[in-house]
């Protein structure tokens, strides 16, 4: 199995090198935090809002932009278009699930984004006294834990949407429509403490803050002992939840696959 | 024991329709509409161990359908299908190990890199060893003439030499079983000879199997002995491509040219006068007579050339779907 991951790898690689410009490009949309992040600097005037000191807004929405980029996924729409147009016929000639081609792709198109991503994350701390993230190993151990797990989960709810488009042909409105809800509930436009506290404990069982807030937090410290570890509980039994559901979606699906294509 | 068991299989498509318009859409979110279309209606065939097969029939008969339930692209409404005695649609490794399907369109090759990158990616999944991947690799270069084609990015290749590509990456694993749904499409007359050639030598040095669908009737005559005939998702012809010839066109053209020209009438005791164009001369006879027809020409004529040839092959297949078969094929239900 080594060796085909490897393989998937290499070729997402030069996949993400051919289209080095357009990723660039796309970063430069997901700057919607440090827009929030001015806001929220000018609202609080120095002042804390809620447990949120100005520095840590820096924090937050400078480590937002890293843990978004890292959790991102982008495969909904190559998922839907396989489907719906006949593309996915020579991935599943293969001997390999075509979910790991995906997962390679998806993956092998990060490092690309890190010599952008990891100056944000020691430029913040530089500008703005206060501002900085709990770099002690066995928090660097959670946060990337989290962040793994958080991907993990972002991809397979990505993927279950996707293989709707095996019975609807509205797959990718459907994601947009969980993307808003997404915006809100993962923690990604107002940081999850500031909500009402009805909003941010409903928020804490949903799936949306494991895929964002909660590596986010770890990385800030905000999280540690018992709390952490039944947060990744929770994260672990969403990842659960949607892969049993890709299973099953799968399996059903590829019976209605109707391999369009000469 | 068969390559390839096909009982009684059916495939058939739900299409959606929805009217046009506003009104159309939303008529439909409350009752979808749908159609079945009969793309495959109960065929049965078997394939032994290294036989190479045509499979023929008019646009829309069902051919590229029954290719993808053969390799696990489509699950089968009805029917059983064994390939190798996996059952396709289950799609186990083991079973895709040892088939491919190559259908001449933009296919399995990455757009943005070279060739060879996916025959890599190929070498990892199929766990084909490095010497074998060397061997394999050196083979088909020199039956595909590949030269240096892997190395250049796959979009700034010609069609023809894509082929060649997506033909090195569906074969690198040697499968058994090939399915080859029109491989030869949109490539000039020499590119199809090539791998018309290519697909023979293949078959005759690893003994596979070979199910081919083709537009072009060179390329069936050429490869297959036997072809099976589907129209409307029924089959109407199983057997030897030669026997077909005989029974549906029972009769050969001898085109003569003479020294000098003659008036048609004169011809007219020798058979049917196709064409008479001066000194050239076509006549259908009955293929029994032939020989002896051709002997009287060359008695009662000066004669500058004779050839005796048998019609083309897509007038054959034309006589086939316009019913001639039935006379034709007893063996057939
Ligand atoms: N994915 C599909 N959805 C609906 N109808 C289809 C689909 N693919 C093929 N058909 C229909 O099924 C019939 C058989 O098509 P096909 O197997 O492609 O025939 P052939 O390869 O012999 O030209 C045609 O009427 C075609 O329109
Ligand atoms: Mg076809």
New interface residues.
């Given amino acids: 199995m080594w060796?085909?991951w490897?393989?998937?790898f290499?070729?997402g690689w030069?996949?993400a090198l051919?289209?080095r410009a357009e990723i660039f490009i796309w970063m430069l949309t997901g700057t919607l935090p440090l827009v929030m992040m001015s806001v929220w600097l000018s609202v609080a005037g120095g002042e804390a809002v809620g447990s949120f000191q100005p520095a840590d807004f820096v924090s937050y929405y400078l480590g937002g932009i890293f843990v978004r980029q890292m959790v991102g996924v982008w495969i909904v729409w190559d998922l839907e278009r396989a489907i719906r147009l006949g593309e996915l016929?020579?991935?599943?000639?293969?001997?390999?699930n075509p979910i790991y081609e995906y997962m390679a792709e998806n993956l092998a198109a990060k490092p690309m984004r890190l010599p952008v991503l990891l100056p944000l994350l020691v430029l913040g701390p530089l500008l703005y006294p206060g501002a900085g993230y709990e770099l002690s190993p066995a928090n660097v151990l959670a946060f990337l834990v989290t962040l793994a797990l958080a991907w993990l989960l972002y991809f397979f709810i990505q993927y279950c949407i996707g293989l709707l488009a095996f019975w609807m042909s509205q797959a990718t409105s459907l994601w947009q429509a969980w993307f808003h809800l997404w915006l809100v509930f993962s923690g990604y436009l107002i940081p999850l403490d500031l909500f009402p506290p009805l909003v941010t404990r409903l928020s804490a069982w949903l799936p949306f803050r494991y895929t964002f807030a909660l590596p986010l937090e770890v990385l800030m410290g905000r999280l540690g002992g018992t709390v952490l570890v039944h947060q990744v509980a929770i994260q672990v039994a969403w990842v659960l939840f949607f892969v049993a559901l890709y299973r099953m979606l799968w399996s059903r699906g590829?019976?209605r696959?109707?391999?369009v294509?000469? | 024991m068969y390559h390839i068991e096909v009982r009684h299989l059916k495939k058939y498509y739900e299409v959606h329709h929805k009217a046009p318009g506003f009104w159309g859409s939303l008529r439909s979110l409350v009752r979808r509409e749908t159609r079945t279309v009969r793309a495959v209606d109960d065929i049965s065939f078997t394939v032994a161990p290294g036989e190479i097969v045509g499979f023929l029939g008019p646009n829309g008969a069902g051919k590229t359908t029954t290719l993808k339930v053969l390799s696990g692209l489509l699950y089968p409404t009805a029917g059983e299908v064994r390939v190798l005695g996996f059952t396709p649609h289950e799609r186990q490794p083991a079973f895709l190990r040892q088939i491919t399907l190559v259908m001449g369109q933009k296919q399995q090759l990455l757009w943005d890199l070279p060739a060879i990158e996916t025959l890599l990616i190929n070498k990892a999944i199929y766990e084909i060893p490095d010497d074998e991947f060397r061997r394999t690799l050196d083979e088909l270069t020199e039956l595909l003439e590949l030269g240096t084609l892997l190395t250049k990015q796959v979009r700034k290749l010609s069609l023809g030499e894509r082929m060649k590509c997506e033909l090195a990456a569906a074969l690198l694993h040697r499968p058994k079983v090939l399915f080859l749904d029109e491989p030869t499409i949109g490539l000039d007359v020499t590119m199809q000879a090539k791998v018309r050639q290519f697909i023979a030598e293949y078959n005759a040095r690893y003994g596979a199997t070979v199910l081919l669908t083709s537009h072009y009737m060179a390329d069936v005559a050429a490869l297959a002995k036997r072809v099976i005939i589907i129209d409307h998702g029924h089959l109407v012809y199983d057997g030897d491509l030669e026997t077909l010839v005989q029974q549906v066109a029972p009769y050969k053209v001898i085109t003569v040219t003479l020294r000098q020209s003659v008036s048609p009438s004169v011809l007219k005791p020798f058979g049917h006068v196709l064409a008479a164009n001066g000194v050239k001369v076509s006549i259908q006879v009955p293929r029994g007579t032939t020989s002896r027809v051709a002997a009287r020409l060359l008695q009662e004529f000066a004669v500058d050339d004779l050839t005796i040839e048998e019609p083309p092959l897509e007038e054959i297949i034309q006589h086939v779907f316009t019913g001639g078969i039935r006379e034709a094929s007893p063996d057939v239900a």
């Fill in positions: 060796h085909k490897w393989a998937l290499r070729a030069g996949n051919a289209y016929s020579p991935k599943l000639l293969r001997p390999i590829l019976r696959y109707s391999a294509g000469a």
